[in-house]
């Protein structure tokens, strides 16, 4: 026997039930912002934009339970996003655009102040740009002698567990620029940012390249899912 459609009533108290909760959830966030919310209900808010008439608590639960946090999901490939069952193109776009402003805000952030006199800053862009990605990126942060941000370019893209770095090309560009110090950044898509015997190794050779020449290396910073790491911090250089 052929299944037999809702009654038109059912479906009219369905969809009057997740309008009530979108409205609400929206006053929620209107009245007492992100902090009232749970990460799901935060991911409810950016689907609503894309998917207009579906309960997508479901779904917003699934994706933090795939990716493990909002800010994961906002940093997950286009690809894998685009193949997630229930995202389609619009939403992995919206996700992309909003991931984008997020490091477009982050780099204002620090672009306003001393680098180093507003270091939670500057570890809070690193980590918008880079904690999740799926290939090493070796960046530098480039200072003038007040410690204000010239550039920041990203020098090196790698392979999920390697980023090739020439340390006469690091000092190179820093000289071009007419910088007096530098930040290393680069990320460990492993999710562990615990510094190896290479980057320990490869930043020396930068502090060694530099100091003739007055470039100081202030830091390099390894960004990972779970954290960070800072080999000044660690006394490792």
Known sequence: MAASNPP?????VREDHAAGHRHRLRERFSRAGVSALQNYELLELLLFRT?????????????????????????APYARLYGFDGIGEATAIDFKIIEAAGRELARGEIKKRTILGSWSSVIDYCRASMAFESREIFRILFLDKRNGLIADEVQQTGTVDHTPVYPREVVKRALELSATAV???????????????????????????GKPLGVLVHDHIIIGRNGHSSLKGQGLI
């Not at 038109?8 to 009219?12: I, M, W």
């Not at 699934?62 to 940093?75: D, K, N, P, T």
């Not at 492993?190 to 510094?195: A, M, Q």
């Open 183 to 209: 930040i290393l950044v680069h990320n460990h898509p492993s999710g562990d940012p615990t510094p190896s015997h290479a980057d320990i190794a490869m930043t020396r050779q930068i502090v060694d390249a």
């Open 51 to 75: 998917i207009p008439r579906r309960d997508v608590k479901p779904l917003a639960k699934q994706l933090i339970a795939e990716f493990g946090s909002v800010a994961e999901v906002l940093g």
């Open 8 to 12: 038109d009533g059912d479906k009219t």
